[in-house]
């Protein structure tokens, strides 16, 4: 089983920043995919980034490419989304997750996750 517990939400001005954390613990695994999703207030859920966690690679939405950039830590087991340039649409729930068997094709569905953290909130005030 894999735990993962966000933190690093809040308000905030648009144009500010804010950065996201996820820390993994449990049953972790080298080949895994680590991502970030958001659910805003009567919309589905909606991939926002992630990142392969063996290779680095990354992959983003196009609503936040360019100003979102998602890393991780391999020794703490952590995921971080640096948000940059926020906008009031960016308000939101953001939800960290984990794919066990990552496909790239696959990378920006919801489904295709294994585990769920418990969400955080993001608020931008215009």
């Known amino acids: 089983q894999v735990q993962l517990v966000e933190s690093g939400g809040g308000l905030v001005q648009a144009g500010g920043s804010l950065r996201l954390s996820c820390a993994a613990s449990?049953?972790?695994?080298?080949?895994?995919?680590m991502g970030w999703f958001r659910q805003a207030p009567g919309k589905e859920r909606e991939f926002v980034a992630t990142?392969?966690?063996?290779?680095?690679?990354?992959y983003y939405a196009n609503s936040v490419k360019g100003r979102f950039v998602i890393s991780r830590d391999n020794a703490k087991d952590t995921v971080y989304l640096q948000m940059n340039s926020l906008k009031p649409e960016d308000t939101a729930v953001y939800y960290c997750?984990?794919?066990?068997?990552?496909?790239?094709?696959?990378?920006?569905?919801?489904?295709?996750?294994?585990?769920w953290g418990q969400g955080t909130q993001v608020t931008v005030s215009s």
């Open positions: 449990g049953r972790t695994f080298s080949s895994w995919a």
């Open positions: 990142i392969r966690w063996n290779t680095g690679s990354t």
């Open positions: 997750a984990v794919a066990r068997n990552p496909i790239t094709s696959t990378l920006r569905l919801v489904h295709k996750y294994d585990y």
